[in-house]
């Protein structure tokens, strides 16, 4: 999260198509709604909904059997695609020469690893951090997604649930998400209630 990824994939399609080339974008859970890429900047492309159901393999080879120019694919918030999805995609790359290229995050709000992540470190040619590294409130690196709800960090619940983190000036979500540092990850310490802690003066200030 807050690493640019979505951004980075709008980025990829636009560069591909600006040399005459054909994709296909596909994204599961978009915090937009179904059927769309979106980044955190505002920018957003239509895409195809990514959902247990759907076989990658189908659908490119009927679009292929149509007519279709099929050159690469986006594929976004692939952490939610399923091990046997992403083992179609690798069956894309190598057997019908289509550029793959994949964006997600490697682990839940549990810091453990999705199976759709875990696999396709298993299978991709690269893996690339993201330049853009997320932050902790403390300042340090982020390495772990948080889930609060109603304000408070939980560490247990269904590993897929769609929220957004808080924006400036607006309400708490009742689901939402922030990154943390491994340390704070461990003891909950998200940024809200680091600030209610830094004012209460009956505690001791975190280091």
Known sequence: ??????????????????????????TSHDRA??????????????????????????????????GAQIDYLVCDEAQFYSPTQVDELARIADELAIDVFCFGILTDFRTRLFPGSARLVELADRVMPLQVESLCWCGARATHNARTVNGEMVTEGDVIVVGDVEQDGERTPAVGYEVLCRRHHRRRVTAARAQAAALSPDVLPFD
Not at 2 to 24: E, F, I, W
Not at 39 to 65: I, P
């Open 33 to 66: 709604g179904e059927a769309t890429l979106s980044s955190r900047l505002g920018l957003s492309a239509s895409a195809v909904e990514v959902d247990e159901g759907l076989s990658f393999w189908s659908y490119v080879v009927d679009e292929l059997t149509r």
């Open 1 to 26: 999260m807050d690493s640019g990824k979505s951004t980075l994939a709008l980025q990829v399609d636009h560069n591909h198509r600006a040399r005459g080339r054909r994709g296909r974008i596909f």
